[in-house]
């Protein structure tokens, strides 16, 4: 005998987090010049990059085509731009503008509203690193490790950069998130390894710089696309760290308005 008695309770996590994570894709590319930016940025850095006007590369140790490493800046480029400065800043301003103040009145953890964001963010970041990697081919790039390495770094990365983006955004005011993450990502682009090689640093500060997100994902990209290296082990654990500390903080101090 059939019955139609209601059975109230809020969905599992697991489901709530795959239809939170499809919700977030499609406002993603509900923003057509937001995700064509997203897209087409990092192509043409990665073709500006190239060319042998903004630095020149240490080749004492060996081959060191610029290609080679340019590809690999661009990979760990993206991952930041999307997962921590564009994620931050959209996040902000949906904030500001009370669209995630109604989810606060519902069953819908916090955790899983920004594991939501962040795995949209990873699909996202599908598309964009093949058509880094596809025009890095087309330039003459030569990739040497096993790209399951690479691959690994990029979701680490992802997680911890959506981690410092989304703690930022949940913590303060939206233009401050605006100001605050642009220079953060200035900073980290300079100081990571990614538009400068670590080794034109000093080498205190290169001992310090190395623990930065950027230069554990920039670094791991090169020992294993670049150099042909086995499991890039401190960059895992570095952004494991970062990760722990960053989703957990960002999921205790998110603050739905």
Known sequence: MTTFTPAPGAASTRAMLARQT??????LLRNGEQVGLTLVIPLLLEFFFNLPVLYS??????????IDFVVPSILALAVMSAAFTGLAIGTGFERKYAVLKRLGATALPRSVLLLGKTCAVLLLQIVQAALICAL???L???PRGDPLFAIVLIVLGTFTFGGLGLLLAGTVRAEITLAAAN???????FCGGIAVPLSKYPQGARDVLRYLPSAALSDGLHQ????????PLRAWLVLLVWAAVALPAAARWFRWE
Request: hydrophobic share 55%.
């Open 22 to 27: 499809a919700m977030e894709l499609r406002l």
């Open 57 to 66: 590369l240490d080749c004492s140790a060996g081959d060191c085509r610029r």
């Open 136 to 138: 890095g081919f087309l």
């Open 140 to 142: 003459g790039w030569q």
């Open 183 to 189: 220079l953060i990502w200035l900073v980290l682009l």
């Open 224 to 231: 294993v696309l670049q150099a042909g290296a086995g499991v």
